[in-house]
Every structure is written in structure tokens, then in C-alpha cells.
């Protein structure tokens, strides 16, 4: 595998997923998706998941953007998204040091339409900026 996990940087590539083993049951591949819904209310225009379930705003790490999570720009909603994912990912110390850079990176470069990250995504993401 490169060190540069498609679709994390150079230009708005959707990131794929991983075909690095299919999800099975023993899988600990996560599968972040993002979509999002324009005639929806205000503040659920934009839907997260992980493995289906919604995540988790972590109003506790960061607390602008009441709104919710948003991406394709550098603001506050999709500084919200970076730090969720990366607590989810990762833990809260991780993802509070390196939420801006994550942001920047990979959050604003996300395509305004959806878009899905993996966990083998960030972890390539981790190694390539951060170590």
C-alpha cells in the first residue's frame, strides 16, 4: 500500500474504501460516511456515520458549530467532523492535538456531495503527516 491512502489529499478525489478485507465479523475496519441531505431542517442537513451508526458529535472536545458536522471548507463544522472522527479513530488527546491539521488535510478537501473514509484511510493519513 502507498503511504498516500486515496482520495486524502491531491484535489477533490472522493476517497474509496479500503478492499483490504471485506467487512466480516471480525473485521475492525471502520467505515466513516458522510452524505449529505439539502432539503433537510437546519442543523441536519449533513449525516455522519460509523459502521451505521451515527457518530458522535463530542460536544465534550469541541464545542463550536452547534449545527453539527459539515466538510468541503475550514470552519468550525467541519473542524467538529475532524475531531469526532479522529476521537472515534483514535482517542480524545490524539484528536484534540491534531484535529486543525486533520482538517485541513483531508475534512476540506471532502467532496461537497459524500464521501466515505476507512479506518486503514486515517491510519495512512496518521503515518504519511503526523509520524
Excluded at 463550536?64 to 469526532?84: N, T, V
Excluded at 483514535?90 to 482538517?103: I, L, M, P
Aim: aromatic share 10%; net charge negative; hydrophobic share 30%.
Amino acid at each position: 500500500m502507498s503511504r498516500q491512502p486515496q482520495g486524502l489529499t491531491g484535489g477533490n478525489t472522493p476517497p474509496q474504501p479500503s478492499n483490504e478485507g471485506e467487512q466480516s465479523a471480525v473485521s475492525t475496519e471502520h467505515v466513516y460516511h458522510g452524505r449529505r441531505y439539502p432539503t433537510a431542517p437546519v442543523g441536519e442537513e449533513c449525516t455522519v456515520t460509523v459502521d451505521g451508526e451515527r457518530l458522535d458529535c463530542r460536544y465534550d472536545l469541541f464545542s463550536a458549530s452547534p449545527a453539527g458536522f459539515e466538510w468541503d471548507y475550514r470552519g468550525s463544522g467541519p473542524a467538529k467532523l475532524a475531531i469526532a472522527i479522529l476521537a472515534d479513530a483514535y482517542e480524545d488527546e490524539f484528536a484534540g492535538e491534531y484535529y486543525q491539521q486533520f482538517k485541513r488535510e483531508v475534512i476540506a478537501e471532502l467532496p461537497d456531495d459524500g464521501w466515505t473514509l476507512t479506518r486503514s484511510d486515517l491510519d495512512a493519513w496518521r503515518e504519511a503527516s503526523i509520524e
